[in-house]
């Protein structure tokens, strides 16, 4: 089994995607044939494996090489006489934030039946705005944290009473996130928030709460689950709480829970994967409050992959690229248009 990393895009996390893939890359090793990286306008580029590192993409030396294009065959470097392909089995999408979890790769990448381990299309919308995740989750039966929804035309104000938490409502990584203890500081979150966003979500805020971390997919007819992570962190699980050390290589070790609590939020990440997420890796992020249970977010292409969670990361990515979901075939046979002709 051979993967193909894409990573990069056209969003505030972009970033984070370079230092995913390059995490991935030390990961999976010599499982990856290729790395595709695809600039913020959209360009795609081979990044051979020596240059995968941060400077490279810091100075911009992608800029040097040639452009790959994408047909029904795949990704390709034109010649004057031929195309050139890059030949993998599966692609893997690694594009965190806007292009890879918002939809519009999936929607490429489906287009041009490129195989791929990642959120497909109806996943992607669910996941990528909050709003939408929270009506999911209840759909699914699963607890969310109250919330309000805010854009820039609406009165500043909120329900809830002080502290509260503000978040941009179609991103991630903690970007954009604050929270507010009066009227004073609540105007100024706001603002912070809606300069990533136009549309922004407030829930209570709840000092000390308890935030828990579990990832997973589903192949054939069963769960591949991680161990179940409480991560470090202060009052808010900040941008440097998650991303400074996500690419870590030391294994993360099981939260300290009971049986009966890793059971219930087990079964959520089932509830939340099933019928939805097929073909993807993703990590739901927990919160307990006076001992209940709440989905907080789902994590679509988690950063690195979530790969430290799992005793075994290469043996399931392989196992979940042999079994991605298979679109049913139409057949056009322009049967209607014949009968119309016939019938005049």
Not at 196 to 219: M, Q, R, S
Not at 267 to 285: M, P, Q, T, V
């Amino acid at each position: 089994m051979s993967f193909c990393l894409l990573f990069g895009g056209l969003s505030w996390e972009h970033e984070i995607s370079i230092v995913s893939a390059i995490t991935i890359k030390n990961t999976l090793k010599q499982e990856i044939k290729h790395f595709i990286f695809v600039d913020d306008n959209h360009q795609f580029y081979e990044v051979l494996e020596q240059e995968m590192q941060a400077d490279f993409f810091a100075n911009k030396k992608y800029k040097n090489k040639k452009p790959l294009q994408l047909d029904f065959k795949g990704f390709y470097f034109s010649t004057f006489f031929t195309k050139k392909y890059l030949v993998f089995d599966t692609l893997i999408n690694l594009v965190h934030g806007g292009d890879g979890e918002d939809g519009v790769l999936a929607s490429l990448l489906d287009f041009y039946n490129i195989p791929f381990i990642g959120p497909r299309i109806e996943a992607s919308v669910l996941s990528y705005n909050k709003y939408y995740t929270k009506l999911f989750a209840q759909a699914k039966n699963v607890k969310t944290l109250p919330f309000e929804i805010l854009t820039q035309k609406d009165s500043r104000k909120t329900s809830f009473n002080f502290p509260v938490i503000i978040k941009p409502a179609k991103l991630g990584s903690s970007i954009g996130i604050g929270i507010a203890t009066d009227s004073k500081s609540f105007d100024f979150v706001l603002d912070q928030a809606f300069e990533y966003d136009d549309i922004v979500l407030i829930e209570p805020f709840y000092k000390g709460i308890k935030e828990y971390n579990l990832a997973g997919c589903k192949i054939k007819d069963s769960f591949c689950l991680s161990i179940i992570e409480e991560p470090k962190k202060e009052d808010l699980l900040n941008f440097e709480d998650k991303y400074l050390d996500f690419s870590r290589d030391k294994k993360t070790t099981q939260a300290f829970i009971t049986p009966q609590l890793e059971q219930e939020m087990q079964e959520n990440f089932k509830y939340i994967y099933e019928n939805c997420f097929e073909g993807a890796l993703i990590r739901c992020d927990f919160f307990v409050h006076n001992d209940t249970l709440y989905l907080n977010e789902i994590n679509p292409i988690p950063g690195s992959m979530a790969n430290y969670l799992f005793d075994d990361f290469k043996t399931i990515l392989q196992n979940l690229a042999q079994n991605l979901p298979a679109k049913k075939p139409i057949f056009i046979d322009y049967r209607y248009i014949k009968k119309i002709q016939k019938a005049k």
